[in-house]
């Protein structure tokens, strides 16, 4: 049997991966870095994606800051971050 490879993601309704003590942006970050993207380039993608699902103003806030929909547009950044 073959798995989906690393280029694919789901994100469910339940976005419970959220890191309760990490701001978005660097749970974005936390995500690339992981994937092996270099630090220098991961800030400048973190904050396109983050641009992608509209939550630019929000990029410094925590989980228990944000509303259901707003947790639910970190976890596609951080889907498309992968």
Do not use: N
Not at 45 to 68: C, N
């Amino acid at each position: 049997m073959r798995w989906p490879g690393p280029d694919r993601c789901v994100v469910g309704p339940e976005p419970g991966q959220l890191l309760p003590g990490q701001a978005l942006r660097r749970m974005v970050l936390y995500q690339m870095r992981r994937t092996g993207v270099a630090r220098d380039d991961a800030r400048a993608r973190a904050d396109q994606f983050i641009a992608m699902v509209g939550l630019t103003r929000a990029a410094e806030q925590y989980p228990h800051q944000l509303s259901g929909g707003m947790k639910m547009r970190v976890a596609v950044a951080r889907g498309l971050a992968m």
